[in-house]
């Protein structure tokens, strides 16, 4: 007779990500004393009844021109996308051949669209180039990556069978191109989703799409404009399968054609001296090295702001862990009743389409600039994603033993096939977590995001481009960990994994 | 005239060999049946003939090698993708040419898939899909004919039919397949493979159905009777 193994041991695959994910919840909490996570606000849960009554009660009337920033933010979203897709494409076809196709888009990808918009404004001001650059470039990268590893999936079987001696544009055409044609358009889809996200987001460094009436409205308390302007939003979100067809495509893009705007005139010396000179620290343009000394020295404490953000993203991760865990079955048709699970998918979704930064700019107005809106809101808007995905996920499995109780078919039908895909996920967005956490600092968090748009403020782009690198390197450097973190061998077709 | 020489040739994929120490020789006009259970190797040495015949062959590859997405029509044409160039291609695909798309209707229509050129193949049942994949292999207009198992996904009616309408266009063919009373019928010759070794090689006329059924040792009845239901 064997003994029975003691807890957690054994090489069973579920037990070795039992073992790692409940040594990343340790490391956690182990780091949770030194985060600042106080509430600051004065009366949190007055100032969230208003915003729930501003949200049940939403007045319409009060909007001034929503159609316009409606227009606006779908234009931008668009026409970022398609642009965005149509550079991504050619890199995609480069991108397992060059490392330095490889770097470039690790590096456009690792700056989240908002740092982008932050950039572009010196040069081009509030106009529809920032806001269409700042969504096209980092999304130019991200297609890519992912069009790249969607093509290297292709089955290999048309391709051989084709006579020889055929050239290769028409391999590309006929035995390629069409047999992934559809997971392409599905992503493509998937992020212009996102899309919609940023372009409100954009909002929030002064380009009139939805989010800056939405910002406007929140930081002056008229709450019922502001839940107007998010029934909007969602409502936008919720129809997207309707008016984002695929056929509309065409007299879409061209009808948003109008509504982009205003063009800003560029002055060519003007964006050469941007581009040479002011985003350089002027003792390493003058060659004077001890000045580079001095002029590091004079950047703001960048040790604190990085120990942040990673500790932010640690526990934004670690919370979208826990959430996804306690949230799936909401949304599943395995548990509860048919109507509860509606009612859950509607609470999933409303939480993964609010953008984090909103939804950590409203938690902020409630609790006050600490840490804990940053988590709270990282951890709902992943959490609520990941969960969607994988209640979906769960959705397509047959259970070999249907009548067990709720906790039986948790644990031991669903969860150990499930699992391997949600940590999988969980590592995905672990870098995006990343992303934006840096990008919360705009808010008043104490992340790096902090002090670049303060650097951006103060007209000082020396610092504020060297904060952007250091940041992007972070992001760079996150993302190759979670990739080692992750469980190998997982089949990913989830839409989110970039 | 001898078509194609293997002599002690060791085959397989990378450094895994399937096939050792193997030696065979083709005719031209020859029509030869490949005879063998899975994995006995049928699909090795159809690999290593289509690689030395090269352009001389049409191909017809098991499970079909078609692209779901395109039509028929652009599945068919693409039998002939390299005598045309990439614009020609390109622009084919947005637009039939003509004279490829005469031909093609006039191919299918012998194969019995009329009406179903525009169809995306995705939407095909499993017997349509192969003749799909025969009329690409037919409209590749080679000397010598080389299937993988291209009669896997008929009923035993079409198989005959499809197999009749391939040999008169092509005097040569080498074939796998299982239906051993079709082989008996229409082949010259068959080779039986079993676990990498040549163990059958004769003319069909000395051979008899219970020979044949002797290459497949674990199987038993079920095969049998496909062997009868063929000749039905």
Partial sequence: ?498 | MSLLELDRVDLGHGTQVVLPGLSLTFESGERVALLGQSGAGKSTLLAEIRRRLDSAAAWCPQGHGLVPLLAVYHNVYMGRLERHGALTNLINLLKPRREAWKEIEHLVRELGLEGLLRRPVAQLSGGQRQRVAIARALYQQRNVFLGDEPLASVDPHQARRLLECIQARHATCIIALHQHRLALDHFDRVIGLRDGQVVLDAPTRELTLARLDALYPDAGPPHHEAGVAAST
């Fill in chain 1, 1 to 498: 007779m064997t003994p029975a193994p003691g807890l957690l041991r054994g090489r069973s695959p579920g037990l070795t990500l039992a073992r790692r994910s409940l040594a990343l919840i340790l490391l956690c909490l182990l780091l949770l004393p030194l985060a600042d996570l106080r509430i600051i606000a004065v009366d949190p849960w007055g100032e969230l009844w208003r915003m729930a009554v501003g949200f049940a009660w939403p007045d319409f009337m009060s909007l001034e021109s929503p159609l316009r920033a409606i227009a606006l933010t779908v234009s931008v979203a668009l026409w970022g996308t398609f642009i965005g897709a149509i550079l991504g494409f050619p890199l995609a076809l480069l991108f397992h051949r060059s490392r330095l196709v490889r770097s470039f888009c690790a590096f456009v990808r690792a700056i989240h669209e908002l740092f982008w918009a932050l950039l572009f404004l010196q040069v081009f001001g509030l106009s529809a180039v920032t806001a269409l650059a700042a969504l096209a470039i980092p999304y130019a990268g991200i297609f890519a990556k992912v069009y790249a590893e969607i093509l290297e999936l292709t089955p290999r079987a048309p391709g051989d069978a084709l006579p020889s001696g055929v050239d290769r544009l028409s391999r590309f055409l006929y035995a390629e191109l069409p047999l992934v044609w559809e997971r392409l358009a599905s992503y493509t889809r998937y992020r212009f989703e996102c899309a919609m996200r940023a372009s409100v987001l954009l909002g929030f460094v002064g380009l009139p799409t939805l989010g800056f009436y939405l910002e406007s409205a929140f930081r002056e308390g008229r709450f019922g404009e502001a839940g107007a302007l998010l029934w909007i939003f969602y409502a936008l979100v919720a129809t997207l399968h309707w008016w984002g067809h695929r056929r509309l495509l065409v007299p879409l893009l061209v009808g948003a054609l109008f509504f982009l705007g205003p063009w800003p005139d560029v002055d060519g010396e003007l964006l050469w001296r941007f581009v040479s000179h002011d985003l350089w620290p002027s003792p390493l343009l003058e060659g004077n090295l001890p000045g580079l000394g001095a002029w590091l020295a004079g950047l703001p404490e960048l040790l604190p702001a990085i120990g942040n953000t990673l500790l932010l993203a640690l526990m934004g991760t670690v919370g979208s862990l826990l959430l996804a865990l306690a949230l799936w079955p909401l949304a599943s048709r395995h548990f509860g009743r048919p109507w509860q699970g509606f009612g859950g998918r509607m609470l999933l979704v409303v939480m993964r389409s609010t953008p984090e930064l909103m939804l950590a700019f409203i938690l902020l107005l409630m609790l006050g600039p600490s840490m804990l809106p940053a988590w709270l809101a990282l951890a709902l808007h992943n959490g609520a994603l990941i969960a969607f995905l994988v209640a979906r996920h769960a959705d397509g499995l047959t259970l070999g033993m249907p009548n067990l109780p709720a906790s039986g078919r948790y644990a031991y039908e669903l969860l150990p096939r499930l699992y391997p895909n949600l940590l999988a996920l969980v590592c995905y967005r672990a870098e995006v977590i990343m992303r934006e956490t840096a990008l919360l600092g705009m808010l008043g968090v104490a992340t790096q995001g902090f002090y670049i748009d303060s650097a951006f403020q103060y007209l000082m782009f020396d610092q504020a481009f060297f904060l952007l690198l250091v940041t992007a390197a972070l992001n760079i450097a996150i993302d190759a960990i979670s990739r080692r973190f992750r469980p190998r061998e997982v089949p990913l077709d989830d839409p989110c994994s970039r």
